[in-house]
């Protein structure tokens, strides 16, 4: 069903999971890690991080907004010129939120 989805709302061009990469912040600090699943869309590129979260339908969107420092890190390491979107797949829930940075 997730993946059906992508394909119903995003209609990918390209799809990579587990997408590593390295960045330095403003700071200096390197930073490293992984991209859950990554999208290339006519629209530009889509960030999906998926996470586990048994909790109610009524924090889904504060749970997700939690995630924003993490999300931000990804955003600037694919392409911080251009915003990417930036959704938090809540697995246990099947909920794509969106988080705006």
């Known amino acids: ?3 059906a989805f992508i394909q119903d709302h995003f209609n990918p061009t390209a799809q990579c999971v ?3 990469f ?3 912040n403003e700071s200096g ?3 490293t ?3 859950d699943h990554l999208l290339e869309t006519e629209a530009g590129p ?3 991080d998926h ?3 048994p ?3 009524s924090d889904w969107e504060a749970k997700a907004l939690s995630y924003s420092g993490q999300l931000a890190l990804y955003r600037d390491a694919v392409d911080p010129d251009h915003s990417p979107r930036t959704l938090i797949h809540l697995v246990t829930g099947g909920a794509l939120v969106p988080v705006s940075l």
Request: net charge positive.
């Open 1 to 3: 069903r997730y993946l």
């Open 18 to 20: 587990e997408v590593p």
């Open 22 to 24: 390295t960045a330095v």
């Open 29 to 31: 600090q390197r930073i």
């Open 33 to 35: 890690g992984f991209i």
């Open 46 to 48: 889509v960030i999906i």
């Open 51 to 53: 996470k586990i979260f």
């Open 55 to 57: 909790g109610k339908r």
